[in-house]
Protein backbone atom coordinates (compact mmCIF):
# COMPACT_ATOMS: atom_id res chain seq x y z
CA UNK A 1 0.00 0.00 0.00
CA UNK A 2 1.64 3.18 -1.26
CA UNK A 3 2.29 6.19 1.64
CA UNK A 4 2.47 9.75 1.20
CA UNK A 5 3.30 12.46 3.33
CA UNK A 6 0.45 14.78 4.76
CA UNK A 7 2.09 18.27 5.47
CA UNK A 8 -0.03 20.64 7.69
CA UNK A 9 0.90 23.41 9.57
CA UNK A 10 -1.35 23.69 12.13
CA UNK A 11 -2.11 27.08 14.20
CA UNK A 12 -5.03 27.66 16.73
CA UNK A 13 -6.70 30.81 18.35
CA UNK A 14 -3.64 31.13 21.12
CA UNK A 15 -1.01 31.55 18.22
CA UNK A 16 0.68 27.98 18.98
CA UNK A 17 1.94 26.50 15.96
CA UNK A 18 3.27 23.31 14.45
CA UNK A 19 4.48 21.73 11.58
CA UNK A 20 3.25 18.26 10.80
CA UNK A 21 4.63 15.79 8.03
CA UNK A 22 1.88 12.92 8.78
CA UNK A 23 2.63 9.35 6.64
CA UNK A 24 -0.89 8.32 5.61
CA UNK A 25 -1.96 5.01 3.67
CA UNK A 26 -3.34 5.03 0.44
CA UNK A 27 -4.85 2.51 -1.43
CA UNK A 28 -3.86 1.72 -4.89
CA UNK A 29 -6.93 2.35 -6.39
CA UNK A 30 -6.95 5.97 -4.32
CA UNK A 31 -3.29 6.68 -5.92
CA UNK A 32 -4.90 5.79 -9.39
CA UNK A 33 -7.70 8.28 -8.98
CA UNK A 34 -5.25 10.79 -7.41
CA UNK A 35 -2.73 10.75 -10.22
CA UNK A 36 -5.80 10.71 -12.85
CA UNK A 37 -7.53 13.14 -11.10
CA UNK A 38 -10.71 11.79 -10.74
CA UNK A 39 -12.83 14.00 -9.09
CA UNK A 40 -14.93 11.25 -6.37
CA UNK A 41 -11.88 8.71 -5.89
CA UNK A 42 -9.53 11.85 -5.30
CA UNK A 43 -12.16 12.94 -2.47
CA UNK A 44 -12.37 10.02 -0.95
CA UNK A 45 -8.96 9.40 -0.86
CA UNK A 46 -8.32 13.19 0.50
CA UNK A 47 -11.25 13.08 2.84
CA UNK A 48 -9.49 9.60 4.30
CA UNK A 49 -6.05 10.71 4.47
CA UNK A 50 -6.88 14.43 6.12
CA UNK A 51 -9.08 12.03 8.34
CA UNK A 52 -5.98 10.33 9.63
CA UNK A 53 -3.67 13.02 9.30
CA UNK A 54 -6.67 14.47 12.25
CA UNK A 55 -6.19 11.73 14.58
CA UNK A 56 -2.54 12.71 14.71
CA UNK A 57 -2.73 16.14 15.13
CA UNK A 58 -5.02 16.34 17.77
CA UNK A 59 -4.21 13.91 19.85
CA UNK A 60 -0.44 16.10 19.91
CA UNK A 61 -1.37 18.02 22.34
CA UNK A 62 -4.38 20.51 23.18
CA UNK A 63 -5.38 22.39 20.33
CA UNK A 64 -8.22 25.60 20.95
CA UNK A 65 -10.62 26.14 18.46
CA UNK A 66 -9.54 28.94 15.70
CA UNK A 67 -12.51 30.61 16.57
CA UNK A 68 -13.44 31.03 20.16
CA UNK A 69 -11.71 29.83 23.16
CA UNK A 70 -13.19 26.00 23.06
CA UNK A 71 -11.27 23.11 23.31
CA UNK A 72 -10.77 21.51 19.82
CA UNK A 73 -11.97 18.45 19.27
CA UNK A 74 -12.06 18.31 15.13
CA UNK A 75 -10.75 19.72 11.99
CA UNK A 76 -11.33 21.47 8.62
CA UNK A 77 -9.15 20.23 5.97
CA UNK A 78 -8.33 21.87 2.71
CA UNK A 79 -5.86 18.75 1.17
CA UNK A 80 -4.59 18.75 -2.01
CA UNK A 81 -2.83 16.08 -3.81
CA UNK A 82 1.01 17.35 -5.31
CA UNK A 83 2.25 14.61 -7.73
CA UNK A 84 5.33 16.95 -8.25
CA UNK A 85 6.19 18.82 -5.33
CA UNK A 86 7.95 22.34 -5.73
CA UNK A 87 11.32 21.52 -4.07
CA UNK A 88 10.75 17.88 -5.80
CA UNK A 89 10.60 14.73 -4.59
CA UNK A 90 8.04 12.48 -3.81
CA UNK A 91 4.02 13.20 -3.84
CA UNK A 92 2.42 14.33 -1.03
CA UNK A 93 -0.94 15.47 0.27
CA UNK A 94 -0.83 19.15 1.20
CA UNK A 95 -3.31 20.71 3.61
CA UNK A 96 -3.69 24.57 3.22
CA UNK A 97 -6.04 25.29 6.09
CA UNK A 98 -5.76 22.51 8.51
CA UNK A 99 -8.09 24.44 11.21
CA UNK A 100 -8.79 22.99 14.70
CA UNK A 101 -12.55 23.66 15.50
CA UNK A 102 -14.81 23.05 18.57
CA UNK A 103 -18.18 21.04 17.93
CA UNK A 104 -20.00 24.33 17.99
CA UNK A 105 -21.79 24.64 14.05
CA UNK A 106 -20.70 28.36 13.90
CA UNK A 107 -16.82 27.67 14.80
CA UNK A 108 -17.50 25.28 12.09
CA UNK A 109 -19.33 27.46 9.55
CA UNK A 110 -16.52 30.78 10.37
CA UNK A 111 -13.66 28.20 10.11
CA UNK A 112 -15.39 26.53 6.74
CA UNK A 113 -15.71 29.91 5.32
CA UNK A 114 -12.11 31.58 6.17
CA UNK A 115 -10.93 28.15 4.63
CA UNK A 116 -12.89 28.68 1.29
CA UNK A 117 -11.53 32.42 1.33
CA UNK A 118 -7.61 30.96 1.64
CA UNK A 119 -8.22 28.52 -0.85
CA UNK A 120 -9.55 30.98 -3.80
CA UNK A 121 -6.87 32.84 -3.71
CA UNK A 122 -4.20 29.83 -2.76
CA UNK A 123 -2.60 28.08 -6.70
CA UNK A 124 -3.12 24.51 -5.96
CA UNK A 125 -2.58 22.80 -8.78
CA UNK A 126 -3.81 19.29 -7.68
CA UNK A 127 -6.63 20.05 -5.68
CA UNK A 128 -9.84 18.47 -5.85
CA UNK A 129 -11.61 21.26 -5.75
CA UNK A 130 -9.99 22.87 -8.93
CA UNK A 131 -10.69 19.45 -11.09
CA UNK A 132 -13.79 20.92 -13.37
CA UNK A 133 -16.39 18.89 -14.50
CA UNK A 134 -19.42 19.11 -16.25
CA UNK A 135 -22.75 19.22 -14.37
CA UNK A 136 -24.80 17.06 -17.26
CA UNK A 137 -21.87 14.42 -18.79
CA UNK A 138 -19.39 14.71 -16.00
CA UNK A 139 -16.94 15.55 -18.50
CA UNK A 140 -13.52 17.01 -17.07
CA UNK A 141 -11.61 19.99 -17.52
CA UNK A 142 -8.67 18.53 -18.75
CA UNK A 143 -10.47 16.14 -20.74
CA UNK A 144 -12.24 19.06 -22.84
CA UNK A 145 -9.35 20.95 -22.94
CA UNK A 146 -10.21 23.32 -21.18
CA UNK A 147 -13.63 24.98 -22.68
CA UNK A 148 -15.13 23.70 -19.13
CA UNK A 149 -17.33 27.19 -18.35
CA UNK A 150 -19.66 28.15 -15.29
CA UNK A 151 -22.86 28.70 -14.85
CA UNK A 152 -23.15 32.38 -15.16
CA UNK A 153 -26.34 32.03 -12.79
CA UNK A 154 -25.76 30.40 -9.61
CA UNK A 155 -21.75 30.19 -10.88
CA UNK A 156 -21.46 26.56 -9.06
CA UNK A 157 -22.01 24.63 -11.59
CA UNK A 158 -19.57 23.74 -14.47
CA UNK A 159 -20.45 22.69 -18.50
CA UNK A 160 -17.98 21.75 -20.94
CA UNK A 161 -20.69 22.94 -24.11
CA UNK A 162 -23.38 24.52 -24.31
CA UNK A 163 -25.78 21.61 -25.40
CA UNK A 164 -24.77 20.26 -21.84
CA UNK A 165 -25.99 23.36 -20.46
CA UNK A 166 -29.01 23.51 -21.35
CA UNK A 167 -29.88 19.73 -21.30
CA UNK A 168 -29.06 19.97 -17.35
CA UNK A 169 -31.57 23.55 -17.12
CA UNK A 170 -34.11 21.21 -18.73
CA UNK A 171 -33.36 18.01 -16.09
CA UNK A 172 -33.98 20.47 -13.46
CA UNK A 173 -30.67 23.00 -12.83
CA UNK A 174 -33.19 25.84 -13.68
CA UNK A 175 -34.49 25.07 -10.13
CA UNK A 176 -31.22 25.15 -8.25
CA UNK A 177 -29.82 27.94 -10.30
CA UNK A 178 -33.44 29.98 -9.40
CA UNK A 179 -33.17 30.02 -5.64
CA UNK A 180 -29.24 30.54 -5.65
CA UNK A 181 -30.32 33.98 -7.79
CA UNK A 182 -33.32 34.34 -4.96
CA UNK A 183 -30.88 33.85 -2.18
CA UNK A 184 -28.00 36.37 -3.56
CA UNK A 185 -31.15 39.37 -3.86
Not at 38 to 61: D, P
Not at 125 to 142: F, I, L, Q, R
Request: proline share 6%.
Amino acid sequence: MPVFNYIAKVSDRTGRSRDFTIPVSVTDQETTALRNRNVSGSKMALTRAAAEAQTTILSSEQWQCVVCTGKATRMVNTPAFHPVPRNGGDPVIADYTPFPICFNPSCNAEATRQAGLITSNTPRPMADAEVKSCGNCGATEMASAGTIKRCSGCEATWYCSRECQMAHWKKGHKYLCERRDKQKK
